[in-house]
């Protein structure tokens, strides 16, 4: 349908990134905290990301929408 979509799990304990405050990409690389910019690059470049926990597991989706003919060009 145009769209595809990436789903990792883990059963590590209950935790949603998409929850935690966003990096400070103003700073100096020195300045910075260690990590968090996967999450951030993974929202700026996806139409869609989305965290549930069910069961025992951490689910995360990403889902972007593709276009054929970009695809195929």
Known sequence: NGEIAI???DKGIPFNPLEK???DITSGIEQRKVGGLGIYIAKR??????Y???GNENI???RKRIS???VLA
């Open 21 to 23: 405050e966003e990096p």
């Open 7 to 9: 789903e990792i799990s």
């Open 60 to 62: 995360i989706t990403m």
């Open 52 to 54: 549930q926990r069910k």
């Open 68 to 70: 054929l003919a970009k």
């Open 45 to 50: 470049m996806m139409d869609e990301t989305s």
